[in-house]
């Protein structure tokens, strides 16, 4: 499937959610390509995964910003991949150097970079150690195997969706437990 086709069809399974992400980040190393950047060298032309391209184009013409969350030991062949594939101005914010925190600390910047909320994130990466770690900060978190993929796309934002339904209804019941108990300290709540 080409890169328009699979543009396409991501538009239309975005199309399908009402509640959308500000911000999708992508890890790098098998997750947008199918190799690790330090095992290769800065002279090689890279590819990406079938979808990854069309994904990316479709999140920004939708207008959802995409960030880079990379924990590579070296960001410089990272940055000339990104380049070589003509991808690198799509991104708002990229955070690629090693790191033992498991990407908080790549989360961390990413937010006081983009002022973007982690429950308002939705973040792709193929080590299930990330996503753990990740997910606990509020950010709806996908496991990827072979690339990310119009099927992860979908996965995503179902789980991002049903996410933020859940703590809009844990906000409204806060909400509504507070406003009650607001009124009744003040003595004229007719029960």
């Not at 925190?101 to 002022?115: M, P, W, Y």
Request: glycine letters at 6%; a positive charge.
């Amino acid at each position: 499937m080409g890169e328009e086709k699979v543009k396409e069809e991501a538009m239309q399974i975005i199309g399908m959610f009402q509640v959308l992400p500000r911000l999708v980040v992508f890890d790098l190393d098998y997750t947008l390509w199918p190799f690790y950047c330090e095992c290769r060298s800065k002279r090689e032309m890279p590819s990406m995964y079938p979808n990854a391209k069309g994904i990316l184009h479709a999140l920004k013409d939708k207008g959802i910003d995409v960030a880079v969350a990379s924990r590579s030991p070296t960001p410089d062949i990272a940055n000339t991949f990104l380049h070589k594939l003509s991808i690198d101005s799509i991104f708002v914010a990229k955070e690629i150097f090693s790191s033992w925190t498991h990407k908080t600390d790549h989360f961390q910047r990413i937010h006081s970079r983009t002022a973007v909320p982690f429950n308002s994130m939705l973040f792709f990466d193929d080590e299930d150690r990330n996503i753990q770690s990740v997910s606990k900060m509020g950010v709806t978190s996908i496991l990827v195997g072979k690339g990310v993929n119009l099927g992860a796309l979908r996965q995503g934002l179902t789980k991002f969706s049903q996410n933020w339904s859940t703590s809009e209804k844990n906000k409204q019941k806060w909400q509504t437990k507070f406003s009650k108990k607001s009124n009744s300290s003040e003595g004229n709540d007719p029960e």
